[in-house]
Structures are given as structure tokens and as C-alpha cells.
């Protein structure tokens, strides 16, 4: 089966960097992805990571290293819109394609 | 901008019963999936959907639960028989591709409540 660990909640104040780890384990692997979610709405993608290094996009970047099953999205100069849960999902063919969500951290950033 | 719309927003359903969700995901996507989300946990994944098959699914999509693209633009979630466990939102999503970058777009939900 797909597991992935990722912690529950992180805090972090405006301006600041914060990092959000996911560690996977899957048969299958092509790639990792991270979502954003905030309260009530839907899950809206943002970075996808197929192959080893850093992948930027504005204030997000996302990382993967496959040899580590390792990956994390960092978010910089933080702003009070970012706070909302980050998925980290795991993009595997196990017979088909599918999607596996972590579940989710919470990132709450104050002033 | 295009984006996956599902119907209805809310559905109430007594347990035993029949619902149908319905999605429109978007038109020149080629692969559909349904998740839930139950309150406060996180996203499930149900089932994958391509050429008009299941491409996938999950423990949790049992005999219980269908999909069905009964046209060209919508494709429906049909739970059979509701249980109380089956209160959550479910998402329908769709992306352009398997392979490659894979964003899958996600539409509102709908939040479905059994009683």
C-alpha cells in the first residue's frame, strides 16, 4: 500500500519561512505533488515533483529526493492567506493511476 | 477559466438511501476521479476513471459504490445504500494527463450528510 508522514501542524509568524516535510513509502512512484486547502474549500494544486532538486514557483518551492522518499514544499515570506492545511500526495501506478494524500498539515501564521 | 463544477452543494439523505452526486469535470480532461474528505481528516482517494472504465480504486470504494460518465460531460458518484459512516464531502477532480505534470483540478465538494 501508500503511506505518507507529514507533520500535523506548524506555526510560523508573517515575513518568515517554513518548511513542511512528507516522507513516503509506495510501490510505483511517479511523482509528488502538494495541495493547498484552506477551511471549507477544495484542494488546489500547487507543485508537482517527478524528478530529484528543487522545483520554484513565487514564494513556493517544493523539493523531492526519490532515493530518500523524501520531499517538502517551502513556503516563503509568509503571508496571513497562507495559513490553511498543505497536502502532500503521492502520484503512484499500481495496476492505475491514483493520488494518495497525506493527512495534512495545518499551518496557522500569525502576525 | 475552466474549472470541475459539482451538484448540489449539500445533500441530505436519510440512511438506506440511494444519492447521486454529480460532477462536470473539465472538457478536454481525460482522466476523472472521485476522494472524500471526511471532517477534520484528510483526503481519500475512492476511485480513478479513464476510456470510460475504472482505472483504480480504493478498499474503501466497495460494492456500495459506482461511477458512471452517462454522457459526454458529467460523471457521477452513486452510493447504493448510505450508512451513516458515508458523511463526508466528496471531491471530484480531473486532470489532462496521467504522466507528466500531474494537476489534478479539484471541484467545490459536495458535502454530503447522512441521518
Known amino acids: 500500500g501508500q503511506s505518507l508522514e507529514q507533520p500535523s501542524e506548524v506555526t510560523a509568524v508573517e515575513g518568515a519561512i517554513v518548511q513542511i516535510n512528507c516522507t513516503y513509502q509506495t510501490s510505483g512512484f511517479y511523482g509528488l505533488s502538494w495541495y493547498q486547502q484552506h477551511d471549507g474549500g477544495a484542494p488546489t494544486f500547487l507543485s508537482y515533483?517527478?524528478?530529484?532538486g528543487l522545483e520554484e514557483t513565487g514564494r513556493f518551492s517544493s523539493f523531492l529526493s526519490r532515493s530518500d522518499s523524501y520531499g517538502y514544499l517551502l513556503l516563503q515570506e509568509l503571508q496571513m492567506k497562507d495559513s490553511a492545511s498543505y497536502f502532500c500526495?503521492?502520484?503512484?501506478?499500481?495496476?492505475?493511476?491514483?493520488?494518495?494524500f497525506g493527512a495534512g498539515t495545518r499551518l496557522f501564521v500569525k502576525a | 477559466e475552466p474549472e470541475v463544477t459539482q451538484t448540489p452543494s449539500h445533500q441530505v439523505t436519510q440512511m438506506g438511501q440511494e444519492v447521486i452526486l454529480r460532477c462536470v469535470p473539465i472538457s478536454n480532461h481525460l482522466y476523472f476521479y472521485w476522494y472524500r474528505q471526511i471532517l477534520g481528516q484528510k483526503v481519500e482517494f475512492l476511485v480513478s476513471f479513464y476510456n470510460n472504465e475504472i482505472s483504480e480504486k480504493s478498499e474503501i470504494f466497495d460494492d456500495q459504490f459506482s461511477v458512471e460518465r452517462p454522457d459526454g460531460s458529467n460523471f457521477t458518484l452513486k452510493i447504493r445504500s448510505t450508512k451513516l459512516e458515508d458523511s463526508a464531502m466528496y471531491f471530484c477532480?480531473?486532470?489532462?494527463?496521467?504522466?507528466?505534470?500531474?494537476?489534478?483540478?479539484f471541484g467545490q465538494g459536495t458535502r454530503l450528510t447522512v441521518v
Open positions: 500526495a503521492v502520484r503512484a501506478n499500481t495496476g492505475g493511476f491514483k493520488t494518495i
Open positions: 515533483n517527478a524528478l530529484d
Open positions: 477532480a480531473s486532470s489532462r494527463t496521467t504522466g507528466g505534470v500531474t494537476e489534478a483540478f
